[in-house]
């Protein structure tokens, strides 16, 4: 079973840059897609984009100049980094991953990120 | 960009089928995929595929796609099935999720 747990500030800082980490538990580690997905309160969900193992990224075009998504995989951890933030960026983050379904299997719990000076 | 409607609200007694929507461009040449997500909770993979149910997914939730609509039918619907649900698909490498819809059972 996989299980997925992120990590980083609470609180960020408007024109800043967000950082989360996303640490993976259980095997696969490099069977599966793993993605960044946003929920700003009280709205819907939306996708930031993904990565492989190796390395390989997509990112939602209307965020792709100020999102970089890496991986470590010695780690099995991923991260998100959100340049030039605004209160628009204030979300829940959600790291998740998908395989061959094209699906999002597994979910971790979420973080709150609020953008604020 | 590539987009995906859902009704913003569907309303269904207890016991009875509810259907949820969601359109988009040729949606039945991708494959679309199914979430349930309650208040404060991570969404949860009920329909992927169109219609294939992960394992410990009731039997009640069922999906079907055809044309530009993909449809999410619950049967027997009961009180714990409250929940907004939001479908996906695949448009270019890229994930796109509808607005959701918030299924009331009353």
């Known amino acids: 079973q996989v299980q997925l747990q992120e990590s980083g500030p609470g609180l960020v800082k408007p024109s800043e840059t967000l950082s989360l980490t996303c640490t993976v538990s259980g095997d696969s580690f490099s069977s599966y897609y793993w993605s960044w997905i946003r929920q700003s309160p009280g709205k819907g969900l939306e996708w930031i984009g993904y990565i492989y193992y190796t390395g390989s990224t997509n990112y939602n075009p209307s965020l792709k100049s100020r999102v970089t998504i890496s991986v470590d995989t010695s780690k099995k951890q991923f991260s998100l980094r959100l340049s030039s933030v605004t209160a628009a960026d204030t979300a829940v983050y959600y790291c998740?991953?998908?395989?061959?379904?094209?699906?999002?299997?597994?979910w971790g719990q979420g973080t709150l990120v609020t953008v604020s000076s | 960009s590539y987009e995906l409607t859902q009704p913003p609200s569907v309303s269904v007694s207890p016991g009875q089928t509810a259907n949820i929507t969601c359109s988009g461009d040729?949606?039945?040449?991708?494959?679309a995929c199914w979430y349930q997500q309650k208040p404060g909770q991570s969404p949860v993979l009920v329909i992927y595929?169109?219609?294939k149910r992960p394992s410990g997914i009731p039997e009640r939730f069922s999906g079907s796609s055809s044309g530009n609509t993909a449809t999410l039918t619950i049967s027997g619907t009961q009180a714990v099935d409250e929940a907004d649900y939001y479908c996906?698909?695949?448009?270019?490498?890229?994930?796109?999720f509808g607005g959701g819809t918030k299924l009331t059972v009353l």
């Open positions: 998740a991953g998908y395989d061959d379904s094209s699906a999002y299997d597994y």
């Open positions: 996906q698909a695949w448009d270019s490498s890229t994930a796109v």
């Open positions: 595929q169109d219609s």
């Open positions: 040729k949606l039945g040449d991708k494959f």
